[in-house]
């Protein structure tokens, strides 16, 4: 099992001191660092910069929306920043939800599966250079055909040669079908949510994996003698999530909760939140849910509970990072002496 430092994308501010942390990961031996966007800082500017700061950490985006750029788009960039780190970079993807696809792209979110097929497909023939790119899909075509078309565009290939004929690319994902797609297509699978008591209700989805097949899954890590204050930032965030992060009627984190076995837990969660109670939608969040997905207490409990981990199929723990800086580098020291 590998590690990766997970930066998020930045709030308020810009995270502290994101490269020294991402230097701190490398030199601890973990394998990964990933960056995020959701209507905010983008994900491939902050990797750029880690790129030219290191030299042997993988850099992932984790997720970059693929709303947010079109298929070509997209693969400039990528293979812009593969150059820039020789050949360390993993584009992971994801089609965020209906309330920032739509509220912040402009974009529909209809059909999302079909959405991401045939992104891959336009993505991958443009890092693979070996002809002009082409679809005539049914969200996307290559050339331009529709109103106020002139006609004139035509089938292009990469002036840049890719340093690389393919880049590997994962997809998050929460949804059964979204997973499988995953599975079918993708080098790997991010999910968000994940515990390796509960691996098998993705068993379905996962059937058709190949060999070298990824799963990256984020791991809260905190160092807490006391495990009612480790568990605190968790609750919120799920608490968070299942009430701000997607539609009351079509949340995908309170459908995947369902299926993990909290339906009616989660259900509680959202409904206090959306009722404006969000200290008690905290509270609600089960301390189970919260633990099972998190490395969480004093040390030893962590190197207990790291054994299980382990033995599931996850392949890279995603570890988030603190606020505080010295506090991320002590963690990312104590989890790297355990795993690597």
Same mark, same amino acid.
């Given at each position: 099992?590998?590690?990766? +430092? $997970?930066?998020?994308?930045?709030?308020?501010?810009?995270?502290?001191?994101?490269?020294?942390?991402?230097?701190?990961?490398?030199?601890?031996?973990?394998?990964?660092?990933?960056?995020?966007?959701?209507?905010?800082?983008?994900?491939?500017?902050?990797?750029?910069?880690?790129?030219?700061?290191?030299?042997?950490?993988?850099?992932?985006?984790?997720?970059?929306?693929?709303?947010?750029?079109?298929?070509?788009?997209?693969?400039?960039?990528?293979?812009?920043?593969?150059?820039?780190?020789?050949? =360390?970079?993993?584009?992971?993807? !994801?089609?965020?939800?209906?309330?920032?696809?739509?509220?912040?792209?402009?974009?529909?979110?209809?059909?999302? +599966?079909?959405?991401?097929?045939?992104? +891959?497909?336009?993505?991958?023939?443009?890092?693979? =250079?070996?002809?002009?790119?082409?679809?005539?899909?049914?969200?996307?075509?290559?050339?331009?055909?529709?109103?106020?078309?002139?006609?004139?565009?035509?089938?292009?290939?990469?002036?840049?040669?890719?340093?690389?004929?393919?880049?590997?690319?994962?997809?998050?994902?929460?949804?059964?079908?979204?997973?499988?797609?995953?599975?079918?297509?993708?080098? !790997?699978?991010?999910?968000?949510?994940?515990?390796?008591?509960?691996?098998?209700?993705?068993?379905?989805?996962?059937?058709?994996?190949?060999?070298?097949?990824?799963?990256?899954?984020?791991?809260?890590?905190?160092?807490?003698?006391?495990?009612?204050?480790?568990?605190?930032?968790?609750?919120?965030?799920?608490?968070?999530?299942?009430?701000?992060?997607?539609?009351?009627?079509?949340?995908? $984190?309170?459908?995947?909760?369902?299926?993990?076995?909290?339906?009616?837990?989660?259900?509680?969660?959202?409904?206090?939140?959306?009722?404006?109670? $969000?200290?008690?939608?905290?509270?609600?969040?089960?301390?189970?849910?919260?633990?099972?997905?998190?490395?969480?207490?004093?040390?030893?409990?962590? =190197?207990?509970?790291?054994?299980?981990?382990?033995?599931?199929?996850?392949?890279?723990?995603?570890?988030?990072?603190?606020?505080?800086?010295?506090?991320?580098?002590?963690?990312?020291?104590?989890?790297?002496?355990?795993?690597?």
């Amino acid at each position: 099992m590998k590690l990766g +430092l $997970h930066l998020g994308y930045w709030q308020k501010n810009p995270t502290d001191r994101f490269i020294e942390l991402a230097q701190k990961a490398e030199a601890f031996g973990f394998d990964s660092v990933f960056t995020a966007e959701a209507y905010g800082s983008d994900c491939f500017t902050p990797l750029a910069a880690i790129a030219v700061s290191t030299s042997k950490i993988r850099l992932c985006t984790g997720v970059m929306q693929i709303s947010a750029r079109t298929p070509v788009c997209a693969a400039m960039s990528a293979l812009t920043l593969d150059h820039i780190s020789n050949g =360390r970079l993993c584009l992971g993807v !994801g089609v965020s939800g209906p309330q920032v696809v739509e509220g912040w792209y402009g974009q529909p979110f209809k059909r999302p +599966l079909e959405r991401t097929r045939e992104w +891959l497909d336009i993505f991958q023939q443009v890092i693979a =250079r070996e002809a002009p790119v082409a679809l005539n899909g049914e969200q996307y075509k290559l050339p331009y055909d529709g109103p106020n078309n002139l006609h004139l565009g035509k089938p292009l290939k990469s002036i840049t040669h890719p340093l690389r004929k393919k880049i590997p690319v994962f997809l998050g994902a929460e949804g059964p079908k979204n997973i499988a797609l995953a599975a079918e297509r993708f080098d !790997g699978w991010m999910p968000i949510f994940v515990s390796p008591y509960r691996m098998n209700i993705f068993d379905d989805s996962l059937a058709s994996k190949p060999e070298g097949f990824e799963i990256n899954a984020m791991v809260n890590c905190i160092v807490n003698d006391n495990l009612e204050e480790a568990m605190y930032p968790g609750k919120m965030t799920m608490a968070l999530y299942l009430g701000g992060m997607g539609a009351k009627k079509d949340n995908f $984190h309170k459908n995947l909760m369902g299926r993990m076995g909290f339906g009616d837990e989660a259900q509680k969660v959202q409904d206090l939140w959306y009722a404006g109670k $969000h200290d008690e939608a905290i509270k609600a969040v089960p301390d189970a849910l919260v633990d099972e997905i998190s490395l969480l207490g004093p040390k030893e409990r962590i =190197r207990e509970r790291l054994q299980d981990w382990k033995k599931s199929d996850v392949t890279t723990l995603m570890i988030g990072h603190a606020d505080n800086f010295d506090v991320s580098v002590k963690t990312m020291e104590f989890i790297a002496g355990e795993v690597v």
